[in-house]
């Protein structure tokens, strides 16, 4: 039996991000950009790191493409600064446990696969 070689899977992602240095604003920020926040399912879209002074701040992911369709408008940047917010962007290490098995088997089966088995009958 061949085993998977789970380090092929390591990747990291830069993704936009608002900073906040309050963690009870991600509520309020989430309920007022949902639109723009990043949904995936095996990545968490707050996060914490550490900013300027050692100051812990949360991170809330935003997705990329939601970013360069519908940017955000200048009442939500108004918001975010009146909030001591900020724009950035933030690195997210992915690995194999970040991807579903849908995935995993397309990326380790030959690529003239014409499909990808979900199950077995």
């Given at each position: 039996?061949?085993?998977?070689d789970?380090?092929a899977?390591?990747r990291?992602?830069?993704l936009?991000?608002?900073?906040?240095?309050?963690?009870?604003?991600c509520?309020?920020?989430?309920r007022?950009?949902?639109?723009?926040?990043l949904?995936?399912?095996?990545?968490?879209?707050?996060q914490?790191?550490?900013?300027?002074g050692e100051?812990?701040?949360?991170?809330?992911?935003?997705t990329?493409?939601?970013?360069l369709?519908?940017?955000?408008?200048?009442?939500?940047?108004?918001?975010?600064?009146?909030?001591r917010g900020?724009?950035?962007?933030?690195t997210v290490?992915?690995?194999?446990?970040?991807?579903?098995?849908?995935?995993v088997?397309?990326?380790?089966?030959?690529?003239?696969?014409?499909?990808i088995?979900t199950?077995?009958?």
């Amino acid at each position: 039996m061949r085993q998977l070689d789970r380090a092929a899977f390591r990747r990291q992602a830069t993704l936009p991000a608002v900073f906040l240095p309050e963690p009870t604003l991600c509520s309020k920020f989430l309920r007022k950009l949902q639109h723009v926040v990043l949904r995936y399912p095996r990545i968490k879209n707050v996060q914490t790191s550490v900013g300027e002074g050692e100051k812990e701040e949360k991170v809330v992911l935003l997705t990329p493409e939601s970013c360069l369709q519908t940017p955000l408008s200048p009442d939500d940047l108004q918001w975010i600064t009146d909030n001591r917010g900020r724009m950035g962007t933030h690195t997210v290490s992915l690995d194999y446990h970040s991807y579903s098995p849908r995935a995993v088997l397309a990326a380790v089966l030959p690529a003239d696969s014409d499909e990808i088995p979900t199950g077995f009958e």
